[in-house]
């Protein structure tokens, strides 16, 4: 089997497709390469020195791990001279980064989770990069916050990287969704799976149960359902998985279907969710639809609400087209 590399993937869809301006396929090729570092980082571990927490909380008053800081650093140098960008906004940090006067600027906006599912780290479990692209408003000057304030269906292009038993890419441009996995031995990411596709029916299912004291009826009534097994409304047994890392579930789940749940709940009404709509609920939503799932808030599709700040929150149900569409109706009743 001929092997096809990121980088000729690229320039196949920029030549004959028309799919990928030239400027979009090489910052993909920038971000790839930082998530190549920051693999490469994650898997030295304490040998590496990286593993614990720094002395430092992010913007949204999380204790940071030294490879949170490390891996936004990595994604900030990556993409800041390249010439493609014109700012960059990152879950680790409060505002947006303009790119520096001294390096050109470009028309798109990168927006990143550099490393979710942080518990995970000296655990030694799946953890991942996720991000955005979007195209820079007609005639913007100076980037400000606003201009990010785009709903997720303007994304040009989304992806994760995994850094799990194989680091892989996985990517859209809104034209399906493909996979690469990183041969180390080559350094190069290499196409592994084509146009991937989300099983429309599922039997797993991944929430937090932990917090089930606190979920709120229509997401109460619809997991019930789901433990009543065989005997139950459903009659099929479904099994749990939870990994703690967005990443690692959202993976799963394209490879063989299943819901993701990480509802809102009563302990604090006035925090919609704890996700973030603009560095994991969109690009998620993105990828997950072009795979033929869906994915919503309980109310609404994800990529159509409209953000009004940097780090908003929102609830998430994605995945496969028909678990999430129950739960959706469930909360509309």
């Given at each position: 089997?001929?092997?096809?590399?990121?980088?000729?993937?690229?320039?196949?869809?920029?030549?004959?497709?028309?799919?990928?301006?030239?400027?979009?396929?090489?910052?993909?090729?920038?971000?790839?390469?930082?998530?190549?570092?920051?693999?490469?980082?994650?898997?030295?571990?304490?040998?590496?020195?990286?593993?614990?927490?720094?002395?430092?909380?992010?913007?949204?008053?999380?204790?940071?791990?030294?490879?949170?800081?490390?891996?936004?650093?990595?994604?900030?140098?990556?993409?800041?001279?390249?010439?493609?960008?014109?700012?960059?906004?990152?879950?680790?940090?409060?505002?947006?980064?303009?790119?520096?006067?001294?390096?050109?600027?470009?028309?798109?906006?990168?927006?990143?989770?550099?490393?979710?599912?942080?518990?995970?780290?000296?655990?030694?479990?799946?953890?991942?990069?996720?991000?955005?692209?979007?195209?820079?408003?007609?005639?913007?000057?100076?980037?400000?916050?606003?201009?990010?304030?785009?709903?997720?269906?303007?994304?040009?292009?989304?992806?994760?990287?995994?850094?799990?038993?194989?680091?892989?890419?996985?990517?859209t441009f809104g034209n399906g969704v493909?996979?690469?996995?990183?041969?180390?031995?080559?350094?190069?990411?290499?196409?592994?799976?084509?146009?991937?596709?989300?099983?429309?029916?599922?039997?797993?299912?991944?929430?937090?149960?932990?917090?089930?004291?606190?979920?709120?009826?229509?997401?109460?009534?619809?997991?019930?359902?789901?433990?009543?097994?065989?005997?139950?409304?459903?009659?099929?047994?479904?099994?749990?998985?939870?990994?703690?890392?967005?990443?690692?579930?959202?993976?799963?789940?394209?490879?063989?279907?299943?819901?993701?749940?990480?509802?809102?709940?009563?302990?604090?009404?006035?925090?919609?969710?704890?996700?973030?709509?603009?560095?994991?609920?969109?690009?998620?939503?993105?990828?997950?639809?072009?795979?033929?799932?869906?994915?919503?808030?309980?109310?609404?599709?994800?990529?159509?609400?409209?953000?009004?700040?940097?780090?908003?929150?929102?609830?998430?149900?994605?995945?496969?087209?028909?678990?999430?569409?129950?739960v959706t109706a469930y909360h509309a009743?």
């Open positions: 089997m001929k092997r096809i590399s990121l980088t000729q993937y690229l320039v196949e869809e920029q030549r004959s497709n028309n799919s990928i301006p030239a400027e979009l396929r090489l910052l993909i090729e920038v971000v790839a390469r930082a998530c190549k570092t920051i693999s490469h980082a994650v898997s030295k571990g304490a040998l590496g020195e990286v593993l614990g927490t720094a002395d430092t909380e992010n913007v949204q008053g999380e204790v940071q791990k030294k490879l949170d800081i490390i891996s936004n650093e990595i994604l900030l140098e990556a993409n800041e001279w390249g010439g493609h960008l014109a700012a960059m906004a990152s879950e680790e940090m409060e505002s947006i980064h303009p790119i520096p006067n001294r390096y050109p600027k470009g028309e798109y906006m990168l927006l990143f989770d550099p490393l979710d599912g942080s518990s995970n780290i000296d655990v030694n479990v799946s953890i991942g990069t996720i991000f955005s692209v979007l195209k820079a408003p007609e005639g913007m000057a100076e980037p400000t916050e606003q201009d990010f304030m785009q709903a997720g269906s303007k994304q040009v292009a989304a992806g994760y990287a995994v850094y799990g038993p194989q680091t892989m890419l996985v990517l493909n996979c690469f996995t990183l041969d180390r031995e080559m350094g190069s990411w290499v196409l592994t799976q084509s146009n991937m596709q989300i099983p429309a029916t599922t039997k797993e299912f991944a929430i937090n149960m932990s917090n089930a004291r606190h979920w709120h009826p229509p997401v109460k009534r619809y997991v019930d359902e789901l433990l009543a097994g065989d005997t139950g409304p459903r009659g099929t047994n479904f099994n749990m998985r939870w990994i703690a890392s967005m990443v690692a579930d959202v993976h799963r789940i394209l490879n063989r279907g299943g819901i993701f749940m990480y509802p809102a709940d009563l302990r604090d009404t006035s925090m919609p969710g704890k996700l973030r709509l603009m560095y994991e609920a969109n690009p998620m939503a993105f990828i997950v639809e072009q795979a033929g799932g869906a994915a919503t808030d309980g109310q609404q599709r994800i990529m159509d609400i409209a953000p009004h700040k940097l780090h908003q929150r929102v609830p998430v149900f994605l995945g496969s087209k028909d678990e999430v569409a129950r009743e």
